[in-house]
């Protein structure tokens, strides 16, 4: 069923609507993921179709990087800011959202952590304290 999602980058200069299927949402732990968030993980939702997407504002801000020796992979992101934005991937006639730029609920739970044997050792655990907030001063 059809859906529409809105978000922006922290600046607030690049705005996106995306409307189409959501087709999944993963944690990604490649090397490649890890590495263009600065995380332990990226989280990604997917809808189709690539064409699904309108930038409602600064679409001039967008910059992208494509890793040299990849296939597919690349990197979108606010030249402003540097927070990653949408891909539109049209060999997968899909549109790859990074699920922290959303500003509207995501119409999928997250589904599957990918890529788990690369993942940082330090990435995940769940022996961690949770805090609503900051910890508590020491």
Known sequence: ????????CLC????????GNPLRFYHCHCGRCRKSSGTGHTSNLMMAPHT??????????LKRYK???AERFFNCFCGECGSPMPRVIPELQAVLIPAGTLDSPS????QARIFWDSRAEWSCSDDL????EYPPAQ
């Open 1 to 8: 069923m059809p859906s529409t999602v809105r978000g922006r």
């Open 12 to 19: 607030g200069g690049v705005q996106y609507e995306v409307t």
């Open 52 to 61: 699904g997407i309108t930038w409602m504002q600064g679409e001039s801000l």
């Open 67 to 69: 890793v040299p020796e």
């Open 107 to 110: 119409p999928l739970p997250a």
């Open 129 to 132: 304290p949770v805090y609503p």
